[in-house]
């Protein structure tokens, strides 16, 4: 075979194996993803966090690793992913504090929640509920309201912490409801059930998700949800709306990018992303959980995030808190 023959051959079989080649490199698996969560394993965040990675996995055909990385306000979390590239390959399980709340609540932050991430989307949220002691005398929201204006500062309300969901959904409240309730900050959910149940704290704003187990044994009452309809894990529940108020308040979480990620990538991720939120058998999981899927797109995330930061910023200015 002269050679000339011989690099015509090679050149053909080259051609001929280039597709097949091809088809062979995209069955490879790219880089795994990784969801950093800023809460201990076992969580609500981290159950999420695990039901997202568990799809993402299979809609996206890459492994998706859970990092927990618990710490004050999600702050160390994202301090960890200092320097990783921007490449969509690290997310950040974040809620209501590190791309919200926190913009106000810290003087100064170590992090931008701007520009230093990409929304890729909303995964779901929980309702807040007015829960309080079963020794309560008023037997509704306008009642207890009522109380709380002839006795300024003799009723106290739970939360987990100060900054917390709770605690602004509390400031909140006493802003739109012009009432005197003394706020007494707990270390944590399971802190502040026994003393709600016995009458030590005479209120609680709790999530749905953390408040179902109680409600549903009849151990403690609840006088409105802060959604915009009943929730069917509790229907006689009434709205705060429908008990008097114009109030509405969740614990949300959602899907964050570390940097800037280039558009597509983005879009990418919010449709995996989104085949999982959008789901019957997601909704069903959350409804389990007394949650709600928020399925959405990249853009919808980043202006509800912006919308939270500007309505949340108001209350914690008008509440004068501040956290070091």
Not at 69 to 94: C, E, F, K, Q
Request: proline share 9%; charged share 15%; with cysteine.
């Amino acid at each position: 075979m002269s050679q000339p023959t011989k690099i015509a051959r090679r050149l053909f079989l080259a051609g001929a194996a280039a597709p097949l080649l091809a088809r062979a490199a995209r069955a490879q698996p790219g880089a795994p993803l990784r969801i950093v969560v800023p809460f201990t394993a076992g969580g609500l965040t981290d159950l999420l966090a695990r039901r997202v990675a568990d799809g993402m996995s299979r809609n996206l055909g890459v492994p998706v690793i859970v990092d927990n990385r618990p710490g004050a306000a999600g702050i160390p979390a994202i301090l960890s992913l200092r320097g990783v590239p921007a490449d969509g390959n690290t997310l950040y399980m974040t809620y209501l504090g590190p791309h919200a709340a926190n913009a106000s609540l810290y003087a100064s932050l170590p992090y931008d929640p701007v520009k230093d991430f990409t929304p890729v989307g909303a995964v779901a949220d929980s309702p807040l509920t007015l829960c309080v002691t079963p020794g309560m005398a008023a037997r509704n929201l306008a009642e207890l309201i009522a109380y709380a204006k002839a006795n300024p500062g003799r009723l106290n309300f739970a939360s987990v912490g100060n900054g917390s969901p709770s605690h602004l959904a509390l400031e909140l409240f006493k802003l739109q409801a012009g009432v005197n309730i003394v706020h007494v900050p707990y270390r944590g959910t399971a802190q502040v059930a026994p003393d709600l149940l016995t009458g030590v704290v005479d209120g609680y704003f709790d999530p749905a998700a953390t408040a179902t187990p109680n409600l549903q044994s009849g151990q403690i009452r609840a006088f409105g949800v802060a959604s915009d309809k009943r929730l069917p894990q509790f229907p006689s529940v009434p709205t705060m709306a429908e008990a008097g108020l114009d109030f509405r308040f969740s614990t949300w979480f959602g899907l964050v990018a570390a940097g800037q990620v280039p558009a597509a990538r983005r879009d990418e991720l919010n449709a995996g992303l989104n085949r999982i939120v959008g789901a019957p058998d997601f909704a069903a999981w959350c409804e389990g959980l007394s949650l709600r899927p928020l399925p959405g797109s990249a853009e919808d995330f980043r202006r509800f995030m912006a919308e939270e930061t500007d309505r949340l910023g108001r209350v914690v200015r008008s509440a004068n808190i501040r956290l070091e």
